[in-house]
């Protein structure tokens, strides 16, 4: 079960983030407007008086974060927000905040030295990523590997149990939507697309005895994109699309 207890705090309130943002001069970020899927390109897909930010870098302090973050300084609505993001790239927040949603999410503790094998690994500092996660094996592999999460024991590590039977699943979420026909998986995209509202990122799920669970969310490069994906995309991005 999880231990301790996480707070999901509120965003700060534009008027304490407008003197910052105001001092720091920022340039604001430039956004692409054609539908070419370049690398670090953003585009922007509007709906309804909505800004769908479409990115392959989320990340605090991207490109991508500081152009949601002026638009909701100026009081635009956008989609992801910035305390979507945030949350949806720390595991643990990431599953609570979606367990509070009623998704299906693995269970989890936090440590900072051992965990029981099988077991899937989330390291948990500001340069961890959750698409370099670990899965530990019951052999000698195991300590070396917490090791190399934690650098060493100086930071912790979350960690999901991988009973007998459970396998890792991923895909990927296009606004909600993901290609092939798993309906477990469709029903996860179009859940998480309602609580986090990021229009591209790859679900890792766990698949057991149980059902399918969420593990994490993981940022997506367009190079990954399969073809089929790439063009469901751009067909968004160009507006073809309806969301």
Excluded at 63 to 87: K, N, W
Excluded at 202 to 229: F, N, Q, T
Aim: net charge neutral; aromatic share 8%; hydrophobic share 35%.
């Amino acid at each position: 079960m999880p231990q301790g207890q996480l707070i999901l705090e509120p965003p700060p309130s534009p008027e304490l983030l407008s003197p910052l943002h105001t001092q720091a001069r920022r340039p604001a970020p430039r956004v692409k407007r054609d539908s070419s899927l370049s690398r670090d390109s953003i585009h922007l897909v509007e709906r309804d008086g909505m800004v769908h930010l479409v990115s392959e870098n989320y990340s605090y302090k991207s490109e991508a974060y500081y152009s949601i973050l002026t638009r909701e300084i100026q009081g635009q609505r956008v989609a992801p927000d910035t305390r979507s993001i945030l949350d949806a790239f720390v595991v643990p927040i990431c599953l609570e905040r979606a367990r509070l949603e009623g998704i299906p999410v693995a269970e989890y503790t936090i440590s900072q030295s051992c965990t029981p094998a099988p077991a899937v690994i989330y390291g948990l500092n500001y340069f961890a990523c959750t698409s370099h996660f670990e899965v530990l094996r019951e052999d000698k592999s195991a300590q070396d590997m917490v090791r190399h999460v934690t650098n060493n024991g100086k930071y912790p590590f979350c960690s999901q149990r991988l009973e007998p039977g459970t396998r890792i699943e991923r895909a990927t979420s296009l606004f909600g939507r993901v290609t092939g026909s798993d309906p477990g998986m469709a029903d996860m995209a179009a859940r998480v697309w309602q609580c986090f509202r990021i229009p591209l990122v790859e679900l890792v799920c766990l698949s057991g005895p149980g059902g399918l669970c969420l593990s994490s969310l993981c940022p997506v490069r367009y190079s990954h994109l399969r073809k089929d994906e790439r063009e469901i995309l751009t067909a968004f991005i160009q507006g073809q699309g309806f969301l």
